[in-house]
């Protein structure tokens, strides 16, 4: 895909979603850290049903560590993989207040050493909390990527690194809401919803091309 389609692609993003943000619900740095972590094979909203109750009764990582880990597990055993995530979470805050006077750090390094975390949630901490221009590439932006020919990599990391290249500076603060998003709601796994698109004529995707055609021949006079 060449720049100008890319940057067509993002200006309609931008025009039909001025300021995207995350689906999950936080109210400082460290909830925003602790739902991402929770996040992973989990649902947002699985995530935020589970962290209401949670960040009314620890807010901060003194809090949570003082809750303990039965208690933490009890919040979110609704979620997958609770058992690991709770004894991740009290690990993560033993070291914030330790190493980092009880703040998340906006480091990448100092995040990915933290339990649970690895590169795609340092991405979105460091974007939505910290506001650097990072892509965190999930299965969504993994999709849309390959499938619209946006930036096709064979691993998360080369979609990363393709999106970075392509992505216009202007846009890239927001690229991975407005893609998430995309990938979430339209540009689905199973039958993307390509009627509803609105980067439909600047799709790269073969079943959307043939779909295209036919539509085409089928309104022509």
């Given at each position: 895909?060449n720049?100008?389609?890319?940057?067509?692609?993002?200006?309609?993003?931008?025009e039909s979603n001025p300021k995207?943000?995350?689906?999950?619900n936080?109210?400082?740095?460290?909830q925003?850290l602790?739902?991402?972590v929770?996040?992973?094979?989990?649902?947002?909203?699985s995530?935020?049903q589970?962290t209401?109750?949670?960040?009314?009764?620890?807010?901060?990582?003194?809090?949570?560590?003082e809750?303990?880990?039965?208690?933490?597990?009890?919040?979110?055993?609704?979620?997958?993989?609770?058992?690991?995530?709770?004894?991740n979470?009290?690990?993560?805050?033993?070291?914030?207040?330790?190493?980092?006077?009880?703040?998340v750090?906006?480091?990448?390094?100092a995040l990915?050493?933290?339990?649970?975390?690895g590169?795609?949630t340092?991405n979105?901490?460091?974007?939505?909390a910290?506001?650097e221009p990072?892509?965190?590439?999930?299965?969504h932006i993994?999709?849309?990527?390959n499938r619209?020919?946006l930036?096709?990599?064979?691993?998360?990391?080369e979609?990363?690194?393709?999106?970075?290249?392509?992505?216009p500076?202007?846009?890239?603060?927001?690229?991975?809401h407005?893609l998430i998003l995309?990938?979430?709601y339209t540009c689905?796994?199973?039958?993307?919803?390509?009627?509803?698109?609105?980067?439909f004529?600047?799709?790269?995707f073969?079943?959307?091309v043939e779909f295209r055609q036919?539509?085409?021949?089928?309104?022509?006079?």
């Amino acid at each position: 895909m060449n720049f100008q389609i890319c940057h067509e692609i993002f200006t309609r993003f931008r025009e039909s979603n001025p300021k995207p943000r995350t689906e999950l619900n936080y109210s400082n740095n460290f909830q925003l850290l602790v739902a991402v972590v929770l996040s992973a094979q989990a649902t947002d909203i699985s995530v935020n049903q589970a962290t209401k109750r949670l960040f009314q009764v620890a807010p901060d990582p003194q809090s949570m560590q003082e809750l303990g880990l039965e208690r933490v597990k009890e919040h979110i055993r609704s979620i997958g993989l609770f058992n690991t995530k709770s004894k991740n979470i009290l690990k993560i805050c033993r070291m914030l207040l330790e190493e980092h006077n009880g703040r998340v750090p906006n480091d990448r390094k100092a995040l990915e050493l933290l339990p649970g975390v690895g590169r795609k949630t340092a991405n979105v901490v460091l974007n939505t909390a910290f506001g650097e221009p990072t892509i965190a590439v999930d299965t969504h932006i993994f999709r849309v990527s390959n499938r619209t020919g946006l930036a096709p990599g064979k691993n998360v990391l080369e979609v990363e690194k393709n999106l970075l290249e392509i992505v216009p500076e202007e846009f890239r603060i927001d690229a991975h809401h407005w893609l998430i998003l995309h990938g979430r709601y339209t540009c689905i796994a199973r039958k993307p919803k390509c009627s509803e698109c609105m980067i439909f004529d600047l799709c790269e995707f073969a079943d959307k091309v043939e779909f295209r055609q036919k539509t085409e021949t089928k309104s022509a006079p």
